[in-house]
């Protein structure tokens, strides 16, 4: 099976901090994605990437930023951390054009204090 | 803009029924829609794909209808099981791999 793992499940960081999260998978997949989820509203597109070293912003790039130097990694990096974004992170790969469907990660649950 | 619309509130169904989850978009003519399941605290797991050009689509207990005039999909689980409870995602997407997600409506499966 696919797997797209996730480094943390919960993490909890000051304002200010800078933040990375890691996603890697493990199929060969060029597509990477980074979603954030808030109650109430579907995932929202941060950044995505179809190949290593390009990026593609989404529609609330603001205040994040990726890195993907390589096919199976993708990090999202948030500059300054702050409290709205608190949520929940999820990092997705798609092979081709995904009309096989995503494969998500388990999710970050990243509270900003 | 586009708009994905899918029940708010928590579907509450009967074990053994079916259940059937609605999902209208405006504004936007995908070339297929997909559904995910949603337990609390994961990431969605793909559960079915359906094109424009597809009427009906089956998996198991699963039964997923498109009909593109009425802007529409709907999500049936047939023989329905408490552990069918979660929440269902719909995502209507286009040719650039690109999935626009509704909020989700929330299945509660009750014994």
């Known amino acids: 099976d696919v797997k797209v793992t996730q480094s943390s499940r919960y993490l909890v960081k000051r304002t200010g901090e800078k933040v990375f999260l890691e996603c890697v998978q493990d199929m060969d997949h060029e597509n990477m994605f980074w979603y954030r989820q808030d109650p109430g509203l579907g995932l929202r597109l941060i950044y995505f990437s179809y190949d290593v070293k390009m990026k593609e912003k989404g529609d609330i790039p603001e205040g994040y930023s990726v890195s993907r130097e390589k096919k199976e990694r993708f990090s999202l990096i948030l500059e300054s951390a702050s409290t709205n974004q608190t949520s929940m992170y999820l990092c997705a790969s798609i092979w081709g054009r995904g009309d096989y469907g995503y494969t998500f990660g388990s999710g970050t649950r990243l509270t900003v204090v | 803009s586009q708009k994905i619309e899918q029940n708010s509130e928590a579907l509450n169904i009967q074990e053994g029924k079916t259940a059937t989850l609605t999902c209208n978009y405006t504004?936007?003519?995908?070339?297929?829609l997909q559904w995910y399941r949603q337990d609390p605290g994961r990431g969605p797991v793909f559960l079915l794909l359906i094109r424009e050009n597809e009427k009906e689509k089956r998996k198991e207990r699963l039964k997923v209808t498109f009909d593109t005039t009425l802007k529409q999909s709907l999500f049936h689980i047939t023989a329905s099981q408490p552990a069918d409870s979660a929440t269902y995602l719909c995502?209507?997407?286009?040719?650039?791999?690109?999935?626009?997600w509704g909020a989700g409506t929330k299945l509660i499966i009750k014994p």
């Open positions: 504004n936007y003519s995908p070339a297929y």
């Open positions: 995502a209507p997407g286009g040719s650039n791999y690109q999935l626009i």
